[in-house]
C-alpha cells in the first residue's frame, strides 16, 4: 500500500522493480494512512530512533513473530516512513507498537529498501518456521502408534546386543525418545530404522521381531 505517492506509476520505480513490477503495477493507493490502515487490527511502525517517549518497542524477530501470528486472525501493517523525514509523530501515534533495527548508535538510519528488507525477510523466517517441517504427500508424519512399535524395537534390539542393561536402564530409552521426536521422523524413515534394526536382529540369528 502507498500512502500519497509523490510520483506513481514511475517509469524509473518500474525498471528498478525489474522482475518484482507486477507487484509494484498491483500496489494500491491511498490518500491517508488512516484510509491504508482501515480493517488492520495490529499496525507497527518503524523508527531509526528508539523514541524518547517510551513506546513499546519490539525487536525485528519478535516484531515478525507477532506479525505472522495476527495475520491469521485479523489484517495487520507494518508502517515504512519517507526516506528524507521517516514517519512523523502523529503517524507513529496510530501505531500499537515500533519496531527499531538495531543498528550502528553513530548512525541509525538505513535506506528505506534496507530497513525493508531486513524486515520482510524476519518474515519470511517467522513464516517458515511457521509452517514446520515439509513433509512429502507419500511419507507423512511418523504416527504414534508406529513411533511406540519403533522404541519397542529398538529397546529389544539394544538389550539383546548388551548395549541397554534392563537391571541398570538409565536414562536411555528417553533420551532416544527425545532424540526422535526432534527430528520427527516421517514414516519412510522409521520404516528404515525398523529395517536396520531388523537385520541386526538377523546377524544374531533372532527372528522374534
Ligand atoms: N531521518 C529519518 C530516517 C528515515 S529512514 C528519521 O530519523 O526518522 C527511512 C525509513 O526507513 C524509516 O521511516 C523507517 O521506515 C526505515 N528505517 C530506517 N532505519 C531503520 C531502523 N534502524 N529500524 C527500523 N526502521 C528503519
Known amino acids: 500500500c502507498l500512502v500519497k505517492p509523490h510520483q506513481y506509476p514511475h517509469a524509473e520505480a518500474t525498471a528498478r522493480a525489474s522482475g518484482a513490477d507486477d507487484l509494484l503495477a498491483r500496489a494500491q493507493v491511498f490518500a491517508d494512512l488512516d484510509a491504508a490502515l482501515t480493517g488492520c487490527r495490529l499496525v507497527v511502525g518503524t523508527s531509526a530512533r528508539e523514541r524518547a517517549v517510551a513506546w513499546p518497542l519490539l525487536a525485528p524477530r519478535e516484531c515478525a513473530a507477532l506479525l505472522i501470528r495476527e495475520a491469521a486472525v485479523g489484517g495487520v501493517a507494518l508502517v515504512f516512513g519517507r526516506e528524507s523525514s521517516g514517519l512523523t509523530n502523529a503517524e507513529l501515534d496510530r501505531c500499537t507498537y515500533l519496531v ?57 534390539v539394544l538389550t539383546d546386543i548388551g548395549f541397554l542393561q534392563p537391571e541398570n536402564p538409565r536414562q536411555l530409552m528417553r533420551r532416544m525418545r527425545r532424540l526422535f521426536i526432534r527430528a520427527r ?22 527372528d522374534d521381531q
Not at 507423512?140 to 529397546?155: G, K, V
Not at 521422523?185 to 522409521?190: I, L, Q, R, S, Y
Request: a negative charge.
Open 100 to 156: 527499531h533495527i538495531p543498528s550502528n548508535p553513530l548512525y541509525r538510519s538505513l535506506n528505506l529498501a534496507a530497513a525493508v528488507q531486513v524486515l520482510t525477510y524476519e518474515l519470511r523466517c517467522a513464516q517458515i518456521i511457521d509452517e514446520g517441517p515439509v513433509y512429502e504427500a507419500e511419507a507423512p508424519p511418523a504416527t504414534a502408534r508406529q513411533m511406540e512399535s519403533f522404541y519397542e524395537h529398538l529397546e529389544n
Open 185 to 206: 521422523p516421517d514414516k519412510n524413515e522409521v520404516n528404515i530404522l525398523r529395517g536396520i534394526l531388523t537385520a541386526i536382529d538377523k546377524t544374531r540369528g533372532s
